[in-house]
């Protein structure tokens, strides 16, 4: 014999799972918070420092 189904809860859970599937993407579209864009934004811009700061030569120099 064959199972009885209720297709409200069988609709309802494959609302859920096409939900699931959006979120997921949008998560992934979107990528990080406000805050982890911001952290790797000041990383970034310190290793630039610090790499400015430990060259050689100077970019005016190079001109001569």
């Not at 209720?6 to 997921?24: D, H, M, Y």
């Not at 998560?27 to 918070?33: F, K, N, P, V, Y």
């Not at 934004?41 to 400015?52: C, I, V, Y």
Request: positive net charge; hydrophobic residues 35%; proline residues 0%.
């Amino acid at each position: 014999m064959a199972e009885i189904v209720n297709l409200r809860q069988a609709r309802k859970a494959k609302k859920r799972a096409e939900n699931a599937v959006q979120a997921q993407a949008n998560r992934a579209r979107h990528g990080s918070t406000k805050a982890e864009r911001l952290k790797f934004q000041q990383e970034a811009d310190r290793l630039s420092r610090t790499l400015d700061g430990a060259r050689l030569d100077d970019a005016s120099n190079e001109s001569e």
